[in-house]
């Protein structure tokens, strides 16, 4: 087992989730209009969802990789390049934050973490995403590529959750130094630009 790279796919998941993205600017905005326990009822949601995309990755990559590994490698190409797609398209986008609270509508608590859910599982985005991330952290030789893709998709929804949840605790925080600090927009985006390629680099390397 591989150590090393189980830890670079914990910092690379947390670098993920503390960048400024869909599902944590909607926490974000959920928390900040309508409280802290219905920001945390969506971090849920999204996060349970991730089984969805975990065990669609676990049986259909597994599968090819006990096909082919000379297909399993262009995988592992295509994913890099596409997180380097989604570097390019966070470079070409706005910087600023949108706090617009239209985009948090008031719904119960079961009704947010529904929501979260359904956001994430039919979001076909996600899964490309976790076939684009996940196969480049495999770290064992002899456990079944299932397994270790459970164990990656763990992690990833462990990480995630705790930085999701702190988001939305910390939520009027966050907005009050964004809106004081009129460059953090441009630094988180250059975070995100940062992580995308660097995770595409370990990839390839």
Request: positive net charge; hydrophobic residues 55%.
């Amino acid at each position: 087992m591989n150590t090393e790279t189980l830890i670079a796919f914990v910092g690379a998941t947390a670098a993920l989730a503390m960048s400024p993205g869909p599902d944590n600017i909607y926490v974000l905005v959920q928390s900040i209009t309508n409280g802290k326990s219905f920001g945390l009822a969506t971090v849920s949601g999204l996060i349970t969802g991730c089984i969805v995309h975990t065990t669609l990755l676990a049986f259909g990559v597994s599968a090819i990789i006990k096909e082919n590994d000379t297909v399993f490698f262009g995988i592992k190409i295509a994913g890099a390049l596409y997180l380097v797609y989604l570097a390019y398209k966070v470079f070409i986008s706005n910087p600023e934050i949108d706090f617009d609270s239209t985009k948090a509508p008031k719904k119960s608590l079961k009704g947010l973490f529904v929501q979260g859910f359904f956001m994430n599982v039919l979001n076909p985005k996600v899964t490309i995403f976790f076939l684009a991330f996940f196969p480049g952290f495999l770290f064992s030789e002899t456990l079944s590529t299932v397994w270790q893709f459970y164990i990656l998709g763990g992690i990833f929804m462990l990480v995630s959750f705790v930085i999701f949840s702190a988001v939305a605790l910390l939520a009027s925080q966050i907005k009050r130094y964004t809106l004081s600090h009129k460059q953090s927009g441009i630094v988180f985006k250059w975070l995100q630009i940062s992580v995308f390629v660097g995770i595409a680099i370990f990839i390839l390397v």
